[in-house]
């Protein structure tokens, strides 16, 4: 499967963006969906991610309650709404896809999208 991310850019504190990340194939509800993001010089860190239904969603300790991830089948594609954004929220966003569901651990992915930044300014 081929990801294709999309939405960031620049944002001041408090304010949304929607990322999007666009699969091709037919097989993309076969996969689990995450987000995880990379800050410079820091490690990539789990943000979220979402069964192959969206019927259960996981989220890191520091975006949830103002992070939402989302999917829709029938489009082959995965969204994180980031509501309330926060100038430590600004890295690089990568979407994957996977078959463990509800793994952090990004070594259980095994597509990754090319990367969409997200800045938010103070």
């Known amino acids: 499967v081929q990801l294709q991310a999309s939405g960031g850019g620049l944002v001041q504190a408090g304010g949304s963006l929607r990322l999007s990340c666009a699969a091709s194939?037919?097989?993309?509800?076969?996969?689990?969906m995450g987000w995880f993001r990379q800050a410079p010089g820091k490690e990539r860190e789990f943000v979220a991610a979402?069964?192959?239904?969206?019927?259960?969603?996981y989220y890191s300790d520091s975006v949830k309650g103002r992070f939402t991830i989302s999917r829709d089948n029938a489009k082959n594609t995965v969204y994180l709404q980031m509501n309330s954004l926060k100038p430590e929220d600004t890295a690089v966003y990568y979407c994957a896809a996977g078959r463990t569901s509800g793994s952090y651990y990004y070594p259980d992915y095994a597509y990754w999208g090319q990367g969409t930044l997200v800045t938010v300014s103070s």
């Open positions: 194939g037919r097989t993309f509800s076969s996969y689990v």
């Open positions: 979402i069964s192959w239904r969206g019927g259960s969603t």
